[in-house]
T-cell receptor, first 110, second 111 residues
Framework: ELKVEQNPLFLSMQEGKNYTIYCNYSTTSDRLYWYRQDPGKSLESLFVLLSNGAVKQEGRLMASLDTKARLSTLHITAAVHDLSATYFCAVDKAGNQFYFGTGTSLTVIP | DSGVTQTPKHLITATGQRVTLRCSPRSGDLSVYWYQQSLDQGLQFLIHYYNGEERAKGNILERFSAQQFPDLHSELNLSSLELGDSALYFC??????????FGSGTRLTVV
């Protein structure tokens, strides 16, 4: 079964700092997705990475994909409190289901 | 509003009971995916329907069943409920080659 691992599971960071969340997956896939979830809320799509070397940026978040290493990163630049949430990566398997990582719970401290 | 509609938003029921969760995909999307999110199991894929046909099954218990109707809405039926079934249940739809669009979820509490 396809496995998706995220680290760290919990991240507490100060405002203004930079950090990276890592997502490793166990089988070949050309598509990787990042989602954000606020407590008790739905999942909001952040990035869709469709090919090796893809890089996408939105505000203080930047996601990249290395399909050869089976690795995606979500880089946070100059964190602000509003970024506090749980972030999930997910890998698409044959279009029939996503395999989600365990999630990274991010807390940005003033 | 994501365009994926789930009802009800909250459901509280007793053990042993049966409930039905409903999902309408975004206009034009033929797929519906059901996921269960609990604290200990994370996001677990349950089942995928495409245009009325079951396409994939994940970790769905035998007590659970689903169907997709001709108007493309889907229902997830949970029966003989146990305390451990308490979770957030999401449905999602997607156009080809894009990520899921999730509904707002149904929070099920079994007491």
């Amino acid at each position: 079964e396809l496995k998706v691992e995220q680290n760290p599971l919990f991240l507490s960071m100060q405002e203004g700092k930079n950090y990276t969340i890592y997502c490793n997956y166990s089988t070949t896939s050309d598509r990787l997705y990042w989602y954000r979830q606020d407590p008790g809320k739905s999942l909001e799509s952040l990035f869709v990475l469709l090919s090796n070397g893809a890089v996408k940026q939105e505000g203080r978040l930047m996601a990249s994909l290395d399909t050869k290493a089976r690795l995606s990163t979500l880089h946070i630049t100059a964190a602000v409190h509003d970024l506090s949430a749980t972030y999930f990566c997910a890998v698409d398997k044959a279009g029939n289901q996503f395999y989600f990582g365990t999630g990274t719970s991010l807390t940005v401290i003033p | 509003d994501s365009g994926v509609t789930q009802t009800p938003k909250h459901l509280i029921t007793a053990t042993g009971q049966r409930v039905t969760l409903r999902c309408s995909p975004r206009s034009g999307d033929l797929s519906v995916y059901w996921y269960q999110q609990s604290l200990d199991q994370g996001l677990q894929f349950l089942i995928h329907y495409y245009n009325g046909e079951e396409r994939a099954k994940g970790n769905i218990l035998e007590r659970f069943s689903a169907q997709q109707f001709p108007d493309l809405h889907s229902e997830l039926n949970l029966s003989s409920l146990e305390l451990g079934d308490s979770a957030l249940y999401f449905c999602a739809s997607r156009p080809p080659r894009y990520g899921y669009t999730f509904g707002s979820g149904t929070r099920l509490t079994v007491v």
